[in-house]
């Protein structure tokens, strides 16, 4: 007989305040809401809990904490968290071209005036910035997966829109690598 895991559910949306979902999660009710109903399909069907699995991992994206503090928060172990994530992410990655969009070239300064008003610089069209995400590392290569702070990462390159979308996100380099050589080795234009 197959077991699943059972999820204890600490949070439930419906009792949350909206400005704490967004500071929690970085995106509103009904957008969680809709990407939750989105990955149910591609996430373990026995689990009635998709919905916990969903805000665990946008948690941990948005926090930038731990697996195991993320877990703890979420009701379960760091393992089944680690588990958990690889198919919430595999699941976010299958949807990713619903979401991550570059403005057609027409539509250029329109985002311009709309990015001028949040520091007055003229002609910016997106944001670029990495981040540092800990993971346990492969046993080949471990070294080049250390940052300069003595951690394991990836280094993520995430491009967003004045309008809060992402337009590009880049995870294959590991935590050795500087932002500046990833932004140069770019496909974005």
């Keep these: ?44 069907s026995a689990i009635q809990y998709s919905t916990v699995q969903v805000l665990s991992v946008l948690h941990f994206l ?11 928060a979420s009701g379960m172990s760091q393992p089944m968290f680690s588990n958990m994530l690889t198919r919430v992410l595999s699941a976010l990655i299958k949807h990713m071209c619903s979401y991550i969009v570059f403005p057609q070239v027409d539509d250029l300064a329109t985002v311009k005036a709309d990015v ?34 003595s951690f394991h990462s990836l280094n993520v390159q995430m491009v ?4 809060q979308y992402i337009s590009h996100v880049n995870a294959t380099y590991p935590g050795s690598v500087h932002d500046a050589f990833i932004l140069r080795n770019s496909s974005i234009p």
């Design 160 to 163: 967003c829109l004045a309008d």
């Design 62 to 72: 948005a926090s930038g904490s731990f697996q195991a503090t993320v877990a703890m």
């Design 116 to 149: 001028y008003p949040m520091g007055h610089i003229p002609n910016i069209i997106r944001a670029f910035d990495g981040t540092h995400i800990a993971f346990v590392p492969p046993r080949r290569n471990e070294q080049v997966f250390i940052t300069r702070k």
């Design 1 to 44: 007989m197959e077991t699943y895991p059972v999820y204890r559910p600490l949070v439930d949306l419906a009792t949350m305040e909206d400005r704490h979902i967004i500071l929690t999660y970085r995106l509103d009710r009904d957008t969680i809401q809709e990407l939750c109903a989105q990955l149910e399909p591609d996430l373990i």
